[in-house]
């Protein structure tokens, strides 16, 4: 089976600007949930996705959402672009829950100058 | 908020020697898992335990579920270059999302 992918790989952006970032999961898969890894703050919980709902939500701003598709891809986009938004973001898919054994996709390292 | 700490933050052995990482959460979890991420990569399962006092063994690796669900731990025995990078320990939060701990990163001296 393929692993979750995600793309871009790599994005800069400016401030103020808006950026979207994909996932796709591995087959099968209905639950994607995307983290935010910075190195001061670990791995935040941003959202979780399940059959095309948010099943759950981080104590992210509301500048940053997302959303799933009918084949489980999933979207994020983050709006008003701000220089603490830099990081690495990681999409992560599992069968049914996002409380059990996730698989991280390579991540999109998203820079804001 | 309900929180997973781990420590140390930051661990370098000289090759052959052991390693610990503790993982305390402020809430029983209805099960603990333990990811590892290499230098530049993304994290990847590694166990997931469930019952209390439970103990798994992955060749050289060591993890082990408190009694009281609360506490856990990954031990590595005669470490080896390969065992570089960051291990994160995660348990399921009330709401459902999963609680990560802020890593533990093993340096391991040739």
């Known amino acids: 089976k393929a692993g979750v992918t995600q793309t871009p790989r790599y994005l800069i952006k400016t401030r103020g600007q808006q950026v979207t970032l994909s996932c796709s999961p591995i087959s099968g898969h209905r639950s994607v949930s995307w983290y935010q890894q910075t190195p001061g703050q670990g791995l935040q919980f941003l959202f979780e996705?399940?059959?095309?709902?948010?099943?759950n939500k981080g104590n992210f701003p509301g500048r940053f959402s997302g959303r799933q598709f009918s084949n489980s891809r999933s979207e994020m986009n983050v709006s008003t672009l701000e220089l603490g938004d830099s990081a690495l973001y990681l999409c992560?898919?599992?069968?049914?829950?996002?409380?059990?054994?996730?698989?991280f996709g390579p991540g999109t390292r998203l820079t804001v100058l | 908020g309900q929180q997973v700490m781990q420590i140390p933050q930051y661990q370098h052995v000289q090759e052959g020697e052991d390693f610990t990482t503790y993982c305390n959460s402020s809430?029983?979890?209805?099960?603990i898992q333990w990811y590892k991420q290499r230098p530049g990569g993304h994290p990847v399962f590694l166990i997931q335990?469930?019952?209390?006092?439970e103990v798994k063994k992955q060749k050289r690796l060591t993890f082990q579920f408190g009694e009281a669900k609360k506490n856990s731990s990954l031990h590595i025995t005669a470490t080896q270059t390969t065992d570089v990078g960051t291990y994160f320990c995660?348990?399921?939060?009330?709401?459902?999302?999963?609680?990560f701990g802020q890593g533990t990163t093993l340096q391991v001296k040739p």
């Open positions: 335990l469930v019952k209390s006092g």
């Open positions: 809430t029983t979890l209805s099960n």
């Open positions: 995660a348990g399921p939060g009330n709401t459902g999302k999963l609680i």
């Open positions: 992560a898919s599992s069968l049914e829950s996002g409380r059990n054994e996730q698989f």
């Open positions: 996705y399940f059959s095309e709902t948010q099943r």
